[in-house]
C-alpha cells in the first residue's frame, strides 16, 4: 500500500518505519514511523479491496433497506440508509479525513486542552494518512489503571464532555466515533482526539434546538 500510494517502499519513503501494526481496524491498521526530516508520526493504511467490500456490502444493505421500506409502511428507512452509505464511503477518503480533522480543530479553539494531531499532507493519499503521533494511554486505559488520581479522572471526563459538545453546539460539528481508543490522555494533561473519518456538520440552529431539547 505504501508503495503504491506514495511510489515508494516504507524503508524509502520513511526514515523508520515499523511494520508490526499499533492497532488495526475494520478499514485499515495504523503504523508507527518516523519520516525524513525526523517527525514521530503514525501512518494509518487502507486495507487493499476494502473499498470494493464496502461497496458490495452496500449494495446489498440496499436491497434489503428498500425491501423494508415496501413491506413495513411505518419506518422509511431509505433516508437512514443513504446517510450510513454516505458515512462509509467517507470514511474511505483519508483525505477528506484530514479536512473534517481541520474543521473539528477550528470548532475546538476555545478549548485548548483538546488536541487535534497535525497532519502531513505531503505523506498522505486517499488510501494512505500520515499524521503526529500523540503519546499516551487510551482514555479506557487511563481509566482502568487503579493508579490515576480521582482528580485526573475527572478532568478527562470533563475534557470528554467538551470534546463531545463544545464543536457540536459551537459550530454544529459532530465527532461521531467517541469511543475510548480514540482518545488519548498526554502527558501534560491535555487530552488528544483522534479518528475524523466519521464526523458530521450540522446547522448551528439544529444544535441550539437540540440542545433546547435535552
Not at 516504507?10 to 488495526?24: H, R
Not at 476494502?50 to 431509505?78: F, P, Q, Y
Not at 487511563?142 to 470534546?163: C, K, Y
Request: hydrophobic content about 40%; some cysteine.
Amino acid at each position: 500500500t505504501v508503495r503504491n500510494e506514495l511510489g515508494g517502499a516504507p524503508e524509502e519513503v520513511f526514515a523508520q518505519f515499523d511494520c508490526e501494526p499499533l492497532a488495526s481496524a475494520s478499514m485499515g491498521q495504523v503504523h508507527a514511523a518516523t519520516t525524513r526530516d525526523g517527525d514521530d508520526v503514525v501512518v494509518k493504511l487502507q486495507y487493499p479491496g476494502v473499498d470494493k467490500a464496502i461497496e458490495s456490502d452496500l449494495r446489498n444493505a440496499g436491497a434489503i433497506a428498500r425491501t423494508l421500506s415496501i413491506a413495513g409502511g411505518v419506518l422509511e428507512s431509505r433516508h437512514y440508509f443513504e446517510e450510513l452509505a454516505s458515512v462509509l464511503r467517507r470514511e474511505l477518503d483519508y483525505q477528506q479525513e484530514i479536512d473534517q480533522a481541520e474543521i473539528y480543530r477550528e470548532a475546538l479553539r476555545p478549548w485548548p486542552d483538546l488536541v487535534v494531531p497535525e497532519f502531513r499532507r505531503n505523506l498522505s493519499t486517499q488510501r494512505l494518512l500520515t499524521m503526529e503521533r500523540l503519546r499516551g494511554p487510551t482514555m479506557l486505559s487511563a481509566a482502568q489503571d487503579e493508579s490515576t488520581p480521582a482528580d485526573v479522572r475527572f478532568r478527562i471526563g470533563a475534557q470528554l464532555v467538551a470534546a463531545t459538545w463544545g464543536p457540536f453546539l459551537r459550530q454544529g460539528v459532530i465527532h461521531a466515533d467517541p469511543h475510548p481508543g480514540n482518545y488519548i490522555a498526554l502527558p501534560d494533561g491535555r487530552l488528544g482526539v483522534l479518528d475524523f473519518g466519521a464526523t458530521k456538520a450540522l446547522s448551528v440552529p439544529f444544535a441550539h434546538a437540540y440542545w433546547g431539547l435535552l
